[in-house]
């Protein structure tokens, strides 16, 4: 039941001279205390039009407005409040979201667009860190957010699977590696070879300039360096994608930078033709003064191209083969100069759907307030972190439910949901300090005290052993069941909201302000006592279950029916 919109074409009929419904909605607020009302008008907005303080239009309007959806409006100060009917909204909104089930939220703001989500794009022979959850976990529910909302979400793992770099891993192979090494343990070993190249080279800097050969020989086509980079590549792939499976992620596509290889010439040509291109101190650039931009570097003086290349290749690809309606990079806030001067460029080649690419930036995890780093070997693993968080979760089950019958699935659920979580409750742009013993809590604001809700939810539900009855003549009055109510109708907004500023952490709120109410509730009354509110009360809980566990999925956190 959209409330707002309800109140706001109520709010029409007497203002219809000066403002439109939209414009009425847009202004209506939420009151913080339920005692002043449940949305609220500010008038404001007429004083200019008819004249007068807002004082007395709220005074006048409350007058004169009547509806049987409202149980009062009043006028305080320039506010208009409107009280409407616990026990009408109630009914309207638990038959809306039980009829609807998972559906309830869904919208068509997409019309069914593609919209392609650069995420995660770990480097290949290097092991996923901590520092790769956010750009993974934030992409991801961005993307189950925007298929809420009626986009066709296409998720892409950009790899970093070329560079200078690779030359390094093979000299380092033919040095120091074995295949069985590498086929122990693909990342670990590739790690310690790359690493030891570096600790090396220090030494003998002869090493630097064979990693340069190498490298070179594979750009150059050498099937023999080829073989190895494949090689690399995929035994780097398997264990990323280990990792993605345990955090429930997949990817529509896993082309990386080397992908383009053979597409940045097209891109050099198209900004010849549109005569872009300048040479300064011998590199090839693009001038992007008149945006305020330092210039786009699109090749080195060597010759060799750069990210901005592959980056505008990389566009250009993907709005030939998907036409997206946009186009998200969601990388880190310290590359935000680099996505300004690609949006520029893109609009000085002419290209009108430059606008439609937005980079969704986000701020540091910092471990003991110090930046995560894979410089020398030095890094907190990814897998380590799920793993341990696992382990935490395992030794609370055991505490509190020692009988549970899928123990090691639960743990699985609740120890990663929790890292997951609390990564996504935060605000994007926010850095925030990791540790691990907060985060895996059955208290406070933490992803398996929200699980925790759900599936008491479902246990209440089990010793009911009822089937719901979706004629009944659902009606709640009091005043922690319709606080209940008012957040569950609150749902639909609040995915908008989320989609509007690409912010997950919109949906985690609500989903912990949500338990929470559910759980006060749960405190102060006998849900299962046999009387004429029992229906009413089970299908709160059941609606409670259907909006957290969807609240959840937006997020890639399961939502196990028994912890």
Known sequence: ?????????VIYE???????????????????????????????????????????????????????????????????????????????????????????????????????????????????????????????????ILAKVG?????INHLGDWGTQFGKLIVAYRLWGTEEGVRANPIQELLRLYVKFHEEAEEDESLNDKGR???????????????????????????????????????????????????????????EEKDLLKVDNGATIVDLDKYDLIPALVKKSDGATLYMTRDLAAALYRKDHYDFAQSLYVVGNEQSIHFKQLKAVLKEMGYDWYDDIHHIPFGLVTKDGKKLSTRKGKVVLLEEVLNEAIRLAEAQIEEKNP???????????????????????????????????????????????????????????????????????????????????KALNDFPETIEKAYRHYEPSV??????????????????????EEDEGLE????????????????LNLLGVAAPHEM
């Open 403 to 485: 009988d549970l019958a899928n123990k090691d699935q639960v743990a699985h659920q609740v120890g990663v949901g929790a890292v997951i979580f609390h990564d996504l409750k935060n605000d994007r742009m926010n850095n925030f300090d990791f540790k691990l013993s907060e985060i895996v809590q059955f208290e406070g604001e933490t992803g398996p005290y929200v699980q925790y809700a759900n599936a008491r939810a479902h246990s209440i539900l089990r010793k009911s052993g009822r089937d719901l009855d979706l004629a009944a003549d659902y009606s709640l009055e009091d005043s922690e069941a319709y606080t209940i109510v």
């Open 213 to 271: 050969q190498a490298f070179k020989a594979l750009e150059e086509g050498s099937e023999e360096e080829l073989t190895l980079w494949r090689w690399f590549r995929s035994e780097s792939l398997k264990e990323f994608n280990r990792i993605y499976a345990m955090l429930g992620i997949e990817f529509d596509s896993d082309k990386g930078e080397a992908f383009y290889n053979d597409k940045m010439d097209r891109v050099i040509e198209l900004l």
């Open 151 to 155: 986009f066709n979400p296409i998720r």
């Open 1 to 9: 039941m959209d409330l707002k919109h309800h109140v706001a074409e």
């Open 536 to 551: 009413s009360r089970l299908a709160l809980v059941k609606a409670t279950t259907i909006v957290l566990e969807a609240a």
């Open 14 to 144: 007497s203002v219809s001279d000066h403002l439109d419904v939209d414009q009425i909605e847009a202004a209506l607020e939420t009151p913080k205390h339920s005692d002043h009302g449940d949305i609220a008008f500010p008038c404001f907005l007429l004083a200019k039009a008819l004249r007068k303080a807002p004082q007395a239009i709220a005074q006048e309007l409350a007058a004169e407005i009547n509806d049987p959806a409202l149980d009062k409006i009043e006028a305080v100060g320039p506010y208009l409040n409107f009280f409407l009917k616990p026990d009408q909204v109630s009914k309207q909104v638990l038959k809306e979201i039980l009829s609807q089930g998972s559906d309830y939220g869904q919208q068509d703001l997409g019309h069914g667009g593609n919209v392609t989500i650069d995420m995660s794009s770990p480097n290949i022979a290097k092991p996923m860190s901590m520092g790769h959850l956010r750009s993974t976990v934030i992409g991801n529910a961005i993307g189950n």
């Open 507 to 528: 949906i985690a709120k609500y989903a912990i302000n949500l338990a929470q109410n559910f759980n006060r509730y749960y405190a102060h009354n006998r849900i299962l």
